[in-house]
């Protein structure tokens, strides 16, 4: 990697991490879709997150997904939010990344897992928090919800990812 | 450069692999009828201090369940929420489906009626709050 591919992987990040942050604002925006559980989101933001993995690599994800949780939470709601996103984006990420890596499942699968994982460690963290045991009745649900959801962002992954025009995908050799 | 070399198999697999696999196919089924049987098994038993009313997805009052009166909502017509020992029931609503006036009373956490035509949703909560981020 020679100092113009690591320019060009800076500005990369930088440019999916702005993307993340504007659909996470976006997504705050949009009234919640299942009005009783108001938390719960498609999380369209994962679908950059699995591009950026793909098409640039593990550590501009990771870099994307931590400040992404710190910067949504600082900029448009409630600093108390980092604690419920930043925990469960970093492990799902670790997960997601760990799925890539064996290989075994493919995209929407990993997406689903990793989006159910994500929204059962913001339950304990919930439970943490407030110290009471009634969150855990919400754990169906999320586990559940995130399961769904999952599965529809991993879908749209997918179907960017295979229809991302070659000059684009190139750029994942000169991160290599 | 070990791990460097596995980063550039997985990427260059995952930009030609197919969506689902059969072992995929069947981890979600399991995992979904799984989660479907906790929705099922984990139905509310705590008794809640609160009904919440909603409206449009957006909560438009929060009454208290212990005591016993009747409130009156205004949408597209009268819909009457009753509470009673504890319990809260929709006792009148002018929609034709009338699934929500059907539907018995309510009082653990959890529990909701639901009128679908007017948008309007009436559940139990307790005190807590919850902040879950995306």
Known sequence: MNRNHIILKIAYTALLLSLTIIIGLLEMLIPPIIPLLPFIKIGFSNIVIIFTIIILDELSSIITVILKSLIIPLLFGNPIMILYSLPASILSLFLMLLMFRLKILGIPLISALAASVHNTIQVVVAFLIMGTTVVFSYLPYVSLAGLISGMITGIISYFLITHTPNRIKKIQDYFL | ?134
């Open chain 2, 1 to 134: 450069m070990n791990t460097t070399s596995k980063n550039i198999k997985y990427k260059k697999h995952y930009l030609t692999a197919r969506p689902f696999g059969l072992f995929d196919i069947l981890l979600i089924l399991i995992l979904l009828t799984i989660s479907i049987i906790l929705v099922i098994v984990f139905i509310p038993s705590v008794q809640g201090e609160f009904v919440e009313v909603y409206h449009n997805g957006k909560m438009i009052e929060k009454i208290d369940l212990s005591l016993n009166k009747n409130y009156t909502y205004d949408i597209d017509g009268e819909i009457i929420v009753e509470i009673k020992d504890k319990t809260a029931r929709v006792v009148s609503n002018n929609c034709h489906s009338q699934i929500c006036v059907q539907t018995p009373p309510i009082s653990k956490v959890g529990e909701k009626i639901i009128c679908a035509p007017k948008k309007f949703v009436i559940v139990v909560a307790n005190n807590q709050e919850m902040y879950i981020t995306g």
